[in-house]
T-cell receptor
Framework: NAGVMQNPRHLVRRRGQEARLRCSPM?????VYWYRQLPEEGLKFMVY????????ESGMPKERFSAEFPKEGPSILRIQQVVRGDSAAYFC????????????????FGAGSRLTVL | KQEVTQIPAALSVPEGENLVLNCSFT??????LQWFRQDPGKGLTSLLL?????REQTSGRLNASLDKSSGRSTLYIAASQPGDSATYLC?????????????FGQGTTLQVKP
């Protein structure tokens, strides 16, 4: 089991460009969570998705950010018209079921994608 | 709204010392609490998970306790080693209105000096 795979591991973009971050969950996992870690800060929840559904997007910025988890393929976090403040590490985690339904359920995290905006 | 606080923010100890990291949360209606380790520039490694019905979990030199009613957890590290140097994150799942996401504290950055 390869675990949660995120790519690219490092991404450099200029202001105004688009950034696409991909996350392939662990085999058998159908729940994906995206988190952002700004420099010197903790992880902040962004969005929780199941296949083809956004369940909780309460942590997503209102503009420029979107996420999807299609029936086939990885989950994508898309940032349009990036600004320097978007520079951060973006972590994806997956679980076999939603955390809320089982106290024993554990999120497995990927290694993260580090976005640098010049 | 669930909030998680970790104290201290940073800690420096000599090798061999036993130490305690603290985590507090505002909403006691949690499903579970996890302690993670994060090395600089790296991802997260899950250390211990305590379900809401449990009081503590142990793994090697690590022991985590949970007191739901008071909204507190501690991570005890015995006989610390330089290799323990990292940031330790506490995260809770659950709380009123929560969809299952983990809410993280800011972390405690630990340095163990040889």
């Amino acid at each position: 089991n390869a675990g949660v795979m995120q790519n690219p591991r490092h991404l450099v973009r200029r202001r105004g460009q688009e950034a696409r971050l991909r996350c392939s969950p662990m085999k058998g996992h159908s729940h994906v969570y995206w988190y952002r870690q700004l420099p010197e800060e903790g992880l902040k929840f962004m969005v929780y998705l199941q296949k083809e559904n956004i369940i909780d997007e309460s942590g997503m910025p209102k503009e420029r950010f979107s996420a999807e988890f299609p029936k086939e393929g990885p989950s994508i976090l898309r940032i349009q018209q990036v600004v320097r403040g978007d520079s951060a590490a973006y972590f994806c985690a997956s679980s076999p079921t939603g955390q809320g339904f089982s106290g024993a359920n554990v999120l497995t995290f990927g290694a993260g994608s580090r976005l640098t905006v010049l | 709204k669930q909030e998680v606080t970790q104290i201290p923010a940073a800690l420096s100890v000599p090798e061999g010392e036993n130490l305690v990291l603290n985590c507090s949360f505002t909403d006691s209606a949690i499903y579970n609490l996890q302690w993670f380790r994060q090395d600089p520039g790296k991802g997260l490694t899950s250390l211990l998970l305590i379900q809401s019905s449990q009081r503590e979990q142990t793994s090697g030199r690590l022991n985590a306790s949970l007191d739901k009613s008071s909204g507190r957890s501690t991570l005890y590290i015995a006989a610390s080693q330089p290799g323990d140097s990292a940031t330790y994150l506490c995260a809770v799942s659950g709380g009123s209105g929560n969809t299952g996401k983990l809410i993280f504290g800011q972390g405690t950055t630990l340095q163990v000096k040889p």
